[in-house]
């Protein structure tokens, strides 16, 4: 295992996160302090993900027909001209939501080609039976990341204004890009005969390979419950801390950081947890996400809530990592890139279609009634999970592993 790019990949996945949890944070605690209206929250969460429904293909496609590594930088370098367009609107005294709402989506389109390239790039770096090990060692830099800058972004909101938080953000940025530009890296040249076939003619071969292989219809299904209730609960988790908990900004960062702190801790553990659970890594993932939510559903006691989102972040970080690790795992190094963005795809279709409607639940009924309403997907993803594990392909790759 090639130490220096191993660093270097952490180092990326840790830089980018941190810079992603600080800003998701400044943007989500001011949008609903200024507006107070938990409606906004859910348009934020879910308009970001409506331009991936339209991308994310198109990406698939990229990725594997192109530079995987030139990718991601674009993709960094995008994020961060946003992100100084943004700074420069809030010092001009340009504030709107929806001017939020219309950044969020952009830094979220970059996000859907950042995912899939770096995800790409590791399978093509590494080693296939290193996989699940780098996997889980990203998930852990990853969760770290957001640790680090949820709390700092938490911090950060209750004590600086809004354009200061976000120059941080642009600075971790930065130092993310830069960090991927210097990881070595020799482009397959086996990818360039395919670059003669239609573009469309790709698109096409993708969804194919996906219907040839049924497998990957479990694992998309898993791992979009694992992605959905990840992005909602961070989404709502400043309505639930302001309006449910009635406390500040920064215990706001200090349950974020409870909740990737549960995600750190499973990547500690990550490959402890495949080799106990084996086949039914699914079923115990998706069942230790069902009980933290129903803690956070149906407690007031802030001290019982921070134990709820510990177990949500642990839950939602073992399904997002391992079972990824799965599908990279049962997928042909030909389709990496398009099999990523196909599971992007499904993951950000749910954020958009249930986004609002959490919006107005949360409006009406409060922020606990969205973690109620998403254990019921959980508890039938608990079921469908245990089908997957029966099947003699995710047996053997589990095993194996």
Known sequence: MDKANTSRLMSGYFLYESGRAMYFVLMTWFLYQWTGDALYTGLFVSFGFLPGLFSNIIFGVLVDRSNRKKLAVLAGIISIICLVL?????????EHPWL??????????????????????????????????????SGSATISGSLAGAAAGGLL???????MGLFFVVLLYIGATATIQMIRYEPIEERSHHNSSSFWMEIKEGFIY?????????????????????????GFLSVYTSAHLNQPALVYGMLDSTFSIGGIFAGLIGTWWWAKCQNRIGVWSLLLTASGLA?????????????????????TSFVRALLQSVQQMATDSRFHGR??????LCNQTSVVVTGPV?????????ASAVFLCLLIPVTGGVIWAHFQSQQPGFKQITKSA
């Open 339 to 344: 099999m990523s963005s196909l599971r992007m």
């Open 100 to 137: 939020m709402i219309s950044a969020h989506m952009i830094m979220q389109t970059a996000g859907s080609l950042f995912r899939p390239s770096l995800q790409a790039l590791v399978a093509e770096v590494f080693a296939r039976d290193a996989l699940p090990k780098i996997f889980s060692w």
């Open 86 to 94: 943004l700074t420069g609107a809030f010092w001009g005294g340009i």
């Open 358 to 366: 959490f919006g107005v639940l949360a409006s009406s009924h409060g």
């Open 210 to 234: 996906v219907h040839q292989n049924r497998m990957l219809y479990g694992l998309f299904v898993m791992l979009m419950l694992g992605q959905l209730t990840f992005h909602t609960t961070l």
């Open 157 to 163: 909101a209750g004590i600086v204004s809004v354009e």
């Open 295 to 315: 803690i956070v559903s149906f407690t007031t006691l802030t001290p019982v809530a921070f134990l709820g989102f510990l177990f949500i972040g642990m839950g």
